[in-house]
């Protein structure tokens, strides 16, 4: 007799049916799996068998042949024990085999039948609501990032035998919407831009990248506070929309970092991957094709502390990704697309020893030496960060004054800085105003660092004093053709800051002005982050 049932094989974040068609007959024991098969999915007759014996159910005296299609499409995993089974006691008469490919099944046996937790369950279900499958079951340890796809009949179990049940129609699976989802907020602990003393010119720059999308580079002494300030990065951001809470929960579930206790992920990512990351942990790869940390940040923050230390190679592979918003991995088999838009917040220190410019005379490096220790950082990479900044050493001033209620003029050590929430207000104003003219179609992209050249030319262009000032600018400094998109951009996100329709002089002004190694090629001197930051 044969049966099929129906599961779900990732390739990224697409889900493609996989048909799980199963043979059986009389004869010595014997239990034969084709159709591309890995290890971890041809070991799935020893758990299936195991669990099949806890309900009663011997396979010792049939032939049981198992075929995966489509045969060319590489399966791994153990994800597929749950299909496994059922189709093999829907062809041994144990269940109906009525209907089966109609139901997704996504789960992983133990040897005593419970069905554990696996990866990608929430792209696994979005696909199949895509391709019009009706229902679905899950495991219970899923249950929650299942609660949240629309479309699907989502049921969840916690052993085969009430998979069985459920299927003869003696008692009906709990549905996944019955599980309350849990949003997982920041912590009532969570850091704050107001912890942060002084740094008047490092809290706009992170204003304007959290307004516009754009990623930052920050050049600084050790201890001026370039990690404090990418740590808060976050929580100026807006809150997240609900389909980049899903975008997000469905990288971290292929990614196997969600817990059974967690629903939609609700707080923006912030990853800060150590500099002895490979490509492919920074981008993606392994086998199989897991994400990398540039997309686990999509909608969020990664951040490159001591960027210099990374290897080239690395940092040259964040390229296209930063450039096209997607990192796309092609192997023999397989071309996978994860999305990647992340802002990215990179820090350095201004030489080897960390103190180049400092007030105290203590760097140790030659000028030379500077200018090497800074030739690591690629000209097309730079290219694609769209603020430079420097940061001083910190005045003992601002760390040593007490923290009051007053309203922070940026400067002075007798106020204290704003708090997140309130800088967070602004940048929610400046990105609905960006939202505006996508929704109106004057742009095709939400976010001012995604705008394109048409985009530019019809909102960005600045008036005519702006348009000298910039003119100037690419003469003086030589901007690449990137550079100066770049400038364009930025200056479009001060004008929605100012609640400016127009971009002015002091927009293209400020702009370039946050374009801290441009003027050091211009000059041929690297910059010195004390007088830089005054």
């Given at each position: ?24 007959g ?13 290890a ?18 011997e ?11 489509p ?17 093999a ?14 139901i997704?099944?996504?789960g ?27 229902r679905?079951?899950?495991p ?73 999308g ?116 092609c ?42 220790y ?91 004093s ?69």
């Open positions: 007799m044969q049966a099929t049932a129906l599961t779900f094989s990732l390739l990224g974040l697409d889900a493609h049916p996989i048909r799980v068609e199963v043979d059986s009389r004869g010595p024991s014997f239990f034969q799996m084709v159709g591309l098969a890995e971890s999915v041809r070991e799935s007759r020893v758990r299936v068998r195991a669990a099949l014996q806890q309900l009663g159910v396979l010792d005296e049939y032939v049981i042949t198992v075929n995966l299609a045969a060319d499409l590489k399966k791994s995993g153990g994800a597929y024990d749950l299909a496994i089974a059922i189709a006691l829907a062809a041994l008469g144990k269940v109906p085999a009525e209907g089966l490919d109609q997704g099944l996504l992983e046996l133990s040897l005593s039948g419970a069905v554990r937790p696996v990866r990608g369950v929430l792209p696994a279900l979005r696909g199949a609501a895509g391709q019009g499958i009706p679905a079951i899950v219970h340890g899923n249950a929650r990032e299942a609660a949240s796809v629309a479309g699907v009949d989502v049921f969840i179990a916690e052993h085969l035998g009430q998979v069985v049940a459920h299927l003869r129609g003696n008692k009906a699976l709990p549905g996944a919407g019955s599980v309350a989802t849990v949003v997982a907020e920041p912590s009532a602990a969570a850091v704050d831009l107001a912890e942060v003393r002084g740094q008047h010119g490092a809290r706009r720059a992170l204003e304007i990248a959290a307004a516009g754009h990623n930052l580079i920050m050049l600084g002494p050790p201890g001026s506070g370039k990690t404090m300030l990418a740590r808060r990065l976050p929580t100026i951001m807006p809150p997240m929309s609900y389909e980049e809470a899903l975008d997000i929960t469905a990288i971290h579930s292929v990614a196997g970092l969600l817990s059974p206790d967690r629903g939609l992920v609700a707080a923006r990512p912030f990853r800060a991957p150590h500099h002895t990351v490979s490509a492919a942990g920074l981008v993606g790869g392994g086998d199989p094709i897991r994400p990398g940390e540039v997309s686990l940040a999509h909608h969020g923050c990664l951040f490159l502390d001591e960027l210099l230390e990374f290897r080239r190679g690395v940092l040259e592979a964040l390229r296209e990704p930063l450039e096209e918003g997607t990192v796309a991995l192997r023999a088999r397989a071309r996978v697309v994860f999305p990647a838009r992340p802002i990215l917040v990179a820090a350095i220190n201004p030489c080897p020893c960390g103190f180049y410019g400092d007030r105290g005379n203590r760097c140790v490096c030659s000028l030379d030496r500077v200018r090497a800074r030739a690591r950082l690629s000209g097309p990479l730079l290219d694609r960060i769209d603020l430079h900044i420097a940061l001083p050493p910190v005045d003992v001033a601002h760390l040593c004054a007490p923290l009051g209620a007053a309203k922070d003029d940026g400067r002075s050590p007798l106020h204290a800085p704003e708090s997140s929430a309130a800088v967070r207000a602004r940048v929610v104003e400046a990105r609905a105003a960006q939202r505006a003219r996508f929704e109106a179609g004057e742009v095709a992209a939400t976010h001012n660092a995604e705008l394109g050249p048409r985009d530019l030319a019809r909102v960005a262009m600045p008036d005519v702006g348009a000298r000032v910039l003119a100037s600018a690419v003469e003086r400094l030589g901007l690449s053709a990137r550079a100066y998109t770049k400038v364009l951009r930025v200056a479009r996100t001060l004008a929605d800051m100012d609640r400016s329709a127009a971009v002015r002089a002091a927009h293209v002004a400020e702009a370039i002005g946050a374009r801290l190694f441009d003027r050091e090629a211009a000059s041929g001197t690297p910059p010195v982050t004390a007088a830089a930051g005054a």
